[in-house]
C-alpha cells in the first residue's frame, strides 16, 4: 500500500462548492488529455448537493489547496452492480486535485477505504471505471483490484473491479 496516510473527514453542504469544482476541474483536464472517464457535466451540481445530504461524500483537506481529494463511500451500489447481495463497500468518484497528482494521495484513500471495508466487516472492495480508460484500469489492477465483469449503460460500458478485504482472491 501507500506510504501516505490520511483521515478522510465526513463532507458537509458547505463542501459543496469545493467537490464540485473538484469535479468540474476534473472533466476539463480529462477532455483536454483525452482521457474517457467523466465527460463534462456527467455529474450535475444537484446530485452532490443530493449525494452529500446522503452523507455518501468524504474529503480530504490541505491547506493549500482547500479539497485535496474526495470520494464517495456505498454500501449498496443496484446502479453497477445490480441486485448482487455479496456484502461489499463501493468506491466513486474518488477524485484528487492534480496539484496533488502524483503524491501518493489516490492510492492513501484506496488504502483508507479497504480500511473502511474491514471495519464495516464486508468481504469486498468494489469500484467501476469506464470501459474506455484503461489506464486508470490499470492504476487499479496495480493496487490489487481483479475485473470481474462489465456493466453496459446507455452511453458508456463500465469494468466492474473487485478485492478482498482479508486478502484472500475473490470470485465474480
Do not use: K
Not at 72 to 90: K, S
Amino acid at each position: 500500500m501507500s506510504g501516505t496516510v490520511v483521515a478522510p473527514q465526513p463532507a458537509h453542504a458547505s463542501d459543496l462548492d469545493a467537490i464540485d469544482a473538484l469535479r468540474r476541474s476534473l472533466e476539463d483536464w480529462m477532455a483536454e488529455t483525452g482521457l474517457v472517464q467523466w465527460p463534462r457535466g456527467s455529474l450535475p451540481r444537484e446530485r452532490i448537493a443530493a449525494q452529500l445530504a446522503g452523507g455518501e461524500w468524504w474529503v480530504v483537506r490541505d491547506a493549500e489547496v482547500g479539497v485535496a481529494g474526495s470520494l464517495r463511500l456505498l454500501r449498496v451500489d443496484p446502479d453497477f452492480w445490480g441486485d448482487d447481495a455479496t456484502p461489499a463497500v463501493y468506491v466513486h468518484g474518488l477524485m484528487v486535485d492534480r496539484r496533488r497528482a502524483g503524491t501518493g494521495l489516490g492510492r492513501a484513500l484506496l488504502d483508507w477505504s479497504l480500511e473502511r471495508a474491514r471495519a464495516a466487516g464486508v468481504d469486498v472492495l468494489r469500484l467501476d471505471c469506464r470501459t474506455t480508460n484503461p489506464a486508470l484500469r490499470a492504476y487499479y489492477e496495480g493496487y490489487g483490484f481483479t475485473a470481474v465483469g462489465v456493466r453496459d449503460f446507455a452511453t458508456f460500458s463500465a469494468t466492474l473491479l473487485q478485492m478482498p478485504v482479508d486478502g484472500r482472491p475473490t470470485s465474480s
